[in-house]
C-alpha cells in the first residue's frame, strides 16, 4: 500500500571462497553418496528398475502474465447469473468502461467452476456507463445516485448479494482461470479462515502482493513486490495481517457481522487493512492464497501519484488507522527494521527445516502418507516450515500440495546450490529434521555450519541396515551382507552425530538402545486418520495388496504370494481375487493380470473405492524393516489383515484380535481363508484394527512426542 519498502533483515554471508570450497565438499559427499546408493539399486532392481528411479520430473510452467481475450462487444458478452450462487463478486466502478469491460471479460472466461454472480456497482459514473453495463446479459447492475467511493459501493454491492462469500475485485483486474474455485477452496481447507486474498501481479509479469503486512508504525507492505511471481517464498498459503481489496474474499453473513467496509476510511485506504484487523480480532484468521491469480493494473483507475486525486487519502487514513489500532500495533506487529520476510510470518511458533529423497507422494508410498502427515502435525503445532527434496524437482501437483498445506516448498531454479542456500537461509532455523541417512549424510556438516541454533533430528524412516540384512539372509548374498554393515556403521555414525534420532518403531528404538546407548531416540511411526463406517462383511470380497514395487520387499512378497500362497486359496475357494496395486510393477507381475484370479491394477491414485471392496488386505513380506504402510492403512481402514511377523513388527498388534499372522505360505493360505468366510472374525479383526490406529499411529498419538521436541527448542 505504501511506496516506501522496509529495510531487509540482515542475512548471514560468507566469502566466496568458503562457499566454493563447502559447495565442493558437499559435492564430493554427495557423489560418494550418490554411488553407494546406485550399487545397491543395481544389484537388487538391476538396470532397468534403478534407471527408473532416475526419471527426472519436468520443471514447472512459469507464470507468464498474458493478455485477456480481446472483449465481446458489450450486447456480446454473458456473465452466469445462477439463482444460488456460492460466490457474489462485487465490482465497483467510476467510468473507464474499456477497463471494465476487459475484467468482466475474464471472468465469462475463467471457467472456475463455482457458481458466482457478478455485481457491478456504477458509483455516479459519467453519462453512458450505466447504457453500456446494462447491455450486458447476466450482469447485476446497481447505480450510486451519488458518489460514495470504493468503501460505499462495496457496502452497497454486498448489500444486494446472494452468495455465501462475497468477492471484491477492482475493475482494472483481468483474473487468471481457476483464481476463484482456489480462492474459495482456502475457507474449505482452513475452516478457521474469515478472510482471503489471491496474489496480485502486475501486466508485466513481476508480483505486486503475496499477502499484507502492517508494521507497527502502521506502514503497510505489499509482501513480495516486484519480486518474481515464482518464488516459493510467495506460494505458499499463509496467514498475513491483510489482504489487498482488489481481490479479497470473506463469508458475506461476516462481512454483514462486522458492519462491512468502515466510513471511517472513505472514500478509500487502509479500509481492507482495517478489516483484516477486525477479522483477526474475531479469532480468525487472514489467508493469502497463491493459486488464485490476478493481474492487477494498478493505478489504472486511482493514480499513482500519493499527493494527488484517491492517492491522497492514503496518508490521512494512515494516521486514522494508528489511531484505531496503537495498542494491537505495539503489542503484535514488528517495526519496519524487521524486514519484511520476518513480519510476514505471522504466529509462527518456531522455523523449521524439512529434509527428504523426494517430495511426499501419498497415493504412491507409505513413507510419503507420514511425511505428508508429520509436515501437517508441524504446521497445526504453529511452526513455519520449509522443505525441498534431495534432487530440488519440482513434482507438480504434489509439490503445489505441500505448498497449500502452508509448506514453504523450494525447488529449482530458486534453491541453487545448497551451501549458498544454507548460508542465506540456515541460521534462522530452530529445528531441521532430516530423513534418511542417504539425505543428512552428505549435508551434515552444512547444517552444523550454516543452522547453529538448530536442533538435528535424524528421521531414519526404517532403519536402512536392518531391511538389507534381512533381505541378504533370506537370498544368501554375502555381498548384501557386507553392504548392510557398511549401512549400519554410516547410520550409527548420523545417529550419534544428531540431537535427536527417530524410528518408527519400539522394536528399532529397543534395537539402538543396544546399538546406540547414549543416543536419544524417539518413536514417530505412521500416521493415519481412522476411517470407520465402511461396507459389512457381506457386500466385500476379494483380497488386496498395495505396495510401490520400487519398494524391492513387495517384488518378494508378490511374486511368493502368486506363486505359492494364492494357488492354495483358490484350489478351496476359486473365487476369490487378488488385486495388487502399485506403480512400475516388474513385466513378471504385470504379466500376472488376467490369470489364477489376479488383477494388476498399478497406480491406483485414490484407494479408497478398493478399500471399501475388498474382504481382506495381505501383507506376505518376508522381508524389511520398519513399520507397513500397507498394514496401517488398511486398518484404519476397517479392513482386516493378514500378514507376516516380518509385515506387522512394531505395531502393536495383537493375534486374532487385531490382525491374523502367518509366515509359510500353508499357514498364510490357512489364514486367508478362515478370516475370508467368518463374519464374526472379519468383524473382530475389523473393530480391533481401528481400534489399533487410534491408540498407536493417529495424528494425536505422535503429537505428543512433537510437541515435546519443540517445547524444548528455545523461543524466538
Not at 237 to 260: H, N, Q, T
Not at 523 to 530: A, C, R, T
Request: net charge neutral; glycine share 10%; aromatic share 6%.
Amino acid at each position: 500500500m505504501d511506496a516506501s519498502p522496509p529495510k531487509p533483515a540482515a542475512r548471514a554471508t560468507a566469502s566466496p571462497l568458503r562457499l566454493w570450497l563447502e559447495a565442493l565438499a558437499w559435492r564430493r559427499r554427495r557423489l560418494l553418496s550418490l554411488c553407494r546408493r546406485g550399487w545397491a539399486s543395481l544389484r537388487v532392481r538391476g538396470l532397468r528398475g534403478t534407471l527408473a528411479r532416475l526419471r527426472p520430473s519436468p520443471p514447472p510452467q512459469p507464470f507468464v502474465a498474458t493478455a485477456p481475450r480481446a472483449p465481446a462487444a458489450p450486447g456480446e458478452l454473458r456473465l452466469p447469473c445462477p439463482d444460488a450462487p456460492r460466490a457474489s463478486i462485487i465490482v465497483p466502478v467510476h467510468g473507464q468502461p474499456a477497463l471494465t469491460l476487459a475484467c468482466l471479460q475474464s471472468l465469462a472466461d475463467s471457467g472456475d467452476q463455482a457458481g458466482f454472480e457478478v455485481i457491478v456497482v456504477d458509483d455516479a459514473s459519467p453519462a453512458g456507463t450505466t447504457e453500456f453495463l446494462a447491455t450486458i446479459d447476466g450482469l447485476r447492475l446497481r447505480r450510486n445516485e451519488s458518489n460514495l467511493g470504493f468503501i460505499g459501493s462495496i457496502n452497497a454491492g454486498a448489500a444486494m448479494a446472494r452468495g455465501e462469500y462475497l468477492v471484491l475485485l477492482n475493475n482494472d483486474t483481468t483474473v487468471v482461470p481457476g483464481w476463484l474455485d482456489a480462492l474459495l477452496a482456502t475457507f474449505d481447507a482452513y475452516p478457521d479462515t474469515g478472510a482471503a486474498g489471491s496474489k496480485l501481479v502486475y501486466p508485466d509479469g513481476r508480483l505486486q502482493e503475496a499477502g499484507g503486512i502492517i508494521f507497527r508504525d502502521g506502514l503497510c507492505w505489499n509482501h513480495g513486490r516486484f519480486e518474481h511471481p515464482d518464488d516459493p517464498r510467495f506460494n505458499f498459503v499463509r496467514e498475513v495481517d491483510y489482504c489487498s481489496g482488489a481481490a479479497l474474499a470473506i463469508p458475506r453473513a461476516l462481512f454483514a457481522r462486522l458492519g462491512g467496509l468502515d466510513a471511517h476510511f472513505a472514500p478509500a485506504y487502509y479500509e481492507d487493512a482495517d478489516l483484516g484487523m477486525r477479522v483477526r480480532r474475531e479469532g480468525l484468521r487472514v489467508r493469502y492464497q497463491p493459486a488464485s491469480v490476478v493481474v492487477h493494473h494498478e493505478g489504472a483507475s486511482a493514480g499513482t501519484d500519493p499527493t494527488a486525486g484517491m492517492k491522497a487519502h492514503q496518508a490521512i487514513n494512515r494516521g486514522r488507522f494508528v489511531g484505531r489500532w496503537r495498542e494491537v500495533l505495539e503489542q503484535a506487529h514488528l517495526p519496519p527494521t524487521a524486514g519484511a520476510d520476518a513480519a510476514s510470518e505471522r504466529g509462527r511458533r518456531h522455523r523449521v527445516l524439512v529434509l527428504d529423497a523426494c517430495t511426499p507422494m501419498p497415493d504412491r508410498d507409505s513413507g510419503s502418507v507420514r511425511m505428508l502427515a508429520l509436515l501437517r502435525l508441524l504446521r497445526e503445532e504453529g511452526c513455519h516450515v520449509a522443505f525441498f527434496n534431495e534432487s530440488g524437482s519440482h513434482d507438480g501437483d504434489y509439490t503445489r500440495a505441500l505448498q497449500q498445506l502452508g509448506v514453504e516448498t523450494w525447488h529449482q531454479p530458486w534453491l541453487g546450490g545448497l551451501p549458498r542456500w544454507l548460508a542465506r537461509h540456515g541460521a534462522g532455523f530452530d529445528l531441521v529434521v532430516a530423513a534418511r541417512h542417504t539425505v543428512l549424510g552428505p549435508v551434515l556438516e552444512l547444517l552444523r555450519l550454516h543452522a547453529p541454533r538448530a536442533a538435528l533430528v535424524f528421521d531414519t524412516v526404517d532403519l536402512h541396515f536392518l531391511r538389507e540384512q534381512r533381505a541378504a539372509e533370506l537370498a544368501g548374498d554375502r555381498a548384501g551382507l557386507r553392504a548392510a554393515e557398511r549401512t549400519r556403521r554410516i547410520e550409527l555414525d548420523l545417529i550419534a552425530r544428531s540431537d535427536r534420532t527417530w524410528v518408527v518403531s519400539e522394536a528399532e528404538r529397543q534395537l539402538l538402545a543396544t546399538l546406540a546407548p547414549g543416543a536419544r531416540v524417539g518413536v514417530v511411526s505412521n500416521i493415519h486418520e481412522p476411517v470407520a463406517g465402511g461396507p459389512g462383511f457381506e457386500a466385500r470380497s476379494g483380497l488386496l495388496f498395495v505396495g510401490g514395487f520400487r519398494h524391492p520387499p513387495n517384488v518378494d512378497a508378490v511374486r511368493w504370494l502368486a506363486a505359492e500362497i494364492l494357488p492354495r486359496v483358490r484350489a478351496r475357494e476359486p473365487g476369490i481375487t487378488l488385486h495388487v496395486v502399485g506403480a512400475e510393477a516388474p513385466a513378471d507381475i504385470a504379466a500376472l493380470d488376467g490369470h489364477d484370479g489376479i488383477r494388476v491394477h498399478g497406480h491406483v491414485p485414490d484407494l479408497a473405492p478398493l478399500l471399501r471392496q475388498c474382504r481382506l488386505s495381505v501383507a506376505p513380506l518376508r522381508y524389511g524393516a520398519g513399520v507397513k504402510g500397507k498394514v496401517n492403512q488398511a486398518l484404519a481402514h476397517g479392513l482386516p489383515v493378514v500378514a507376516t511377523h516380518c509385515a506387522v513388527e512394531g505395531m502393536h498388534l495383537r493375534e486374532g484380535e487385531e490382525a491374523l499372522v502367518a509366515d509359510d505360505a500353508a499357514a498364510f493360505a490357512d489364514a486367508v481363508l478362515r478370516a475370508h468366510a467368518d463374519a464374526a472374525l472379519w468383524q473382530r479383526l475389523s473393530e480391533g484394527g481401528l481400534a489399533n490406529t487410534r491408540r498407536h499411529f493417529s495424528p494425536e498419538a505422535v503429537r505428543p512426542v512433537l510437541r515435546a521436541l519443540l517445547d524444548g527448542l528455545p523461543a524466538r
